[in-house]
């Protein structure tokens, strides 16, 4: 009886560690933000749904490779720009949008398009207009044009995403090795599509992340030096091999659709320090958190910011992807230690039983 109440005991100081004290920790080194948006709510609707790709093609040939190439669709342009910034020169590599149309979200593409510091959320870091990408004007109808430059982008999306994927090095080398081994034709066709799958999620990473980010790991180099970063941006980017360790894939989830997000609590203390109370939250949204208090801060000219990392604008999709390549680098046993952490619950389980047993037994014979 006395080792059923030590084990009562045991049971409810974890309950309270577990169910009281990491919630409240987790609460106060991760305050509360908004959730991930998908919809890009916060930005203007434009109608999509009458983009011509051709005349989209026309036009991305016109403009957009004056600074940028989309080399998986044959379209060569330019992919460098110099930036200058309180007198420092910084080398801005300008992104290849062969794959555009397949990782970003359509809307949040119009929006850049159309506004590219708004959509990228870094007002707060070019308030002088200075931003290397330039805002897009129609000759005649400016969302027409747009939504046709985003169709374009569609409709070359997925092929040159495929195509970087089947075509690259690593596809065909570790596909060649796969064809060597005994496996029958079934488990080969089995390796192979997981191989494109996961080769998929270094793509879609190295076309929405690694022109800042490097994956030592993974032998994934930046494109933009941490100097010239450190002019654009006002900060380097870190390495991501270990981030989903670090951070976590919860943390990540909402942190990629918008590292510009600041906490709930923030938001409101701002708005307190400057009006002395907090104030009915009348100007929100309707998809908007009742706590949320954003678009009186704006207003109100207090609206903390968030990191220098700009908004990414990626699919569910992709983003997903992302963080499935961020887990296959920096957490790539995690399949294994879950499963073995389950085998381990279980071998104690048995023991436990098993000592019980064997003490009652023992103490059976003494007394």
């Known amino acids: 009886m006395k080792e059923i109440k030590i084990l009562a005991i045991i049971v409810v100081i974890v309950g309270v560690l577990y169910w009281g004290v990491e919630p409240l920790a987790h609460a106060t080194f991760h305050p509360e933000v908004a959730k991930a948006d998908f919809e890009f709510k916060d930005l203007q609707d434009i109608d999509l749904s009458k983009g011509d790709a051709t005349r989209g093609k026309e036009i991305v040939e016109t403009n957009c490779v004056a600074c940028h190439t989309l080399n998986d669709a044959g379209i060569a342009g330019a992919d460098m720009t110099m930036y200058f910034r309180d007198n420092k020169e910084a080398t801005i590599f300008t992104p290849d949008?062969?794959?555009?149309?397949?990782?970003?979200?359509?809307?949040?593409?119009?929006?850049?398009?159309?506004?590219?510091?708004?959509?990228?959320?870094?007002?707060?870091?070019?308030p002088n207009g200075d931003f290397p990408m330039t805002q897009y004007f129609g000759l005649e109808d400016t969302n027409q044009e747009v939504a046709d430059i985003v169709a374009y982008l569609k409709s070359v999306g997925s092929i040159s995403l495929k195509k970087q994927v089947l075509e690259s090095e690593e596809f065909i080398a570790k596909k060649e090795a796969i064809e060597k081994t005994e496996l029958s034709n079934e488990q080969k066709q089995t390796e192979i599509a997981s191989l494109e799958e996961n080769l998929t999620n270094k793509a879609v990473f190295l076309n929405a992340c690694s022109r800042c980010h490097?994956?030592?790991?993974?032998?994934?180099?930046?494109?933009t030096t941490p100097?010239?970063?450190?002019?654009?941006?006002?900060?380097?980017?870190?390495?991501?091999?270990?981030?989903?360790?670090?951070?976590?894939?919860?943390?990540?989830?909402?942190?990629?659709?918008?590292?510009?997000?600041?906490?709930?609590?923030?938001?409101?203390?701002?708005?307190?320090?400057k009006e002395g109370t907090l104030p009915p939250n009348d100007k929100k949204s309707p998809w908007q958190d009742d706590r949320d208090y954003s678009n009186l801060a704006k207003e109100l000219g207090v609206m903390p910011?968030?990191?220098?990392?700009?908004?990414?604008?990626?699919?569910?999709?992709?983003?997903?992807?992302?963080?499935?390549?961020?887990?296959?680098?920096?957490?790539?046993?995690?399949?294994?230690?879950?499963?073995?952490?389950?085998?381990?619950?279980?071998?104690?389980?048995?023991?436990s039983v098993l000592a019980y047993l064997w003490k009652k037994r023992i103490w059976s014979e003494v007394h």
């Open 227 to 273: 100097e010239s970063l450190n002019v654009y941006l006002g900060s380097t980017a870190p390495d991501l091999s270990m981030m989903i360790r670090s951070k976590g894939k919860h943390y990540l989830e909402y942190f990629i659709n918008d590292p510009q997000k600041v906490s709930f609590k923030a938001i409101q203390d701002a708005i307190i320090q």
């Open 97 to 126: 949008i062969s794959t555009a149309g397949a990782i970003y979200d359509g809307k949040f593409l119009a929006n850049l398009i159309i506004d590219p510091v708004n959509a990228l959320h870094l007002a707060h870091k070019f």
């Open 305 to 351: 910011v968030g990191l220098s990392m700009p908004r990414v604008g990626l699919t569910e999709e992709a983003q997903e992807r992302v963080v499935a390549y961020l887990e296959s680098i920096g957490d790539a046993k995690k399949e294994q230690r879950e499963t073995l952490g389950i085998y381990l619950m279980i071998f104690f389980g048995i023991m």
């Open 214 to 223: 490097t994956m030592k790991y993974d032998d994934v180099a930046s494109r």
